[in-house]
Nanobody, 122 residues
Framework: QVRLVESGGGLVQPGGSLRLSCATSGFGVSRFAIGWFRQAPGKEREGVAAITGSGIYQTHYANAVKGRFTISRDNTEKTVSMQMNSLKHEDTAVYYC??????????????WGQGTQVTVSS
């Protein structure tokens, strides 16, 4: 059974940076594409970034975060990270990692972490 646990959220000022991590465990987890999603208050959950499993990694980003966020994974350490730079107020949300079955459409695969809060405020 695949398990995902997020960490790294917190409070940051506009223009600042945060790094989120998703610790993965379970049989064959390195083969799964993993994505980051977020849900702001009163809004629907949206895909932010995703990365394929083992092999040559492919990535996909939402337009709102291109050039500011970078997703990466280390299958030796079984972690998927997302570096978030130049953070904006509108990046405030609960961030989740999840398995993904289609990167281009951010279609989730059904396994989710518990979420970590990111608040961008001065």
């Amino acid at each position: 059974q695949v398990r995902l646990v997020e960490s790294g959220g917190g409070l940051v000022q506009p223009g600042g940076s945060l790094r989120l991590s998703c610790a993965t465990s379970g049989f064959g987890v390195s083969r799964f594409a993993i994505g980051w999603f977020r849900q702001a208050p009163g809004k629907e959950r949206e895909g932010v970034a995703a990365i394929t499993g083992s092999g040559i990694y492919q990535t996909h980003y939402a337009n709102a975060v291109k050039g500011r966020f970078t997703i990466s994974r280390d299958n030796t350490e079984k972690t998927v990270s997302m570096q978030m730079n130049s953070l904006k107020h509108e990046d405030t949300a609960v961030y989740y990692c999840a398995t993904v079955v289609d990167l281009a459409t951010f279609t989730p695969g059904g396994t989710w972490g518990q979420g970590t809060q990111v608040t961008v405020s001065s």
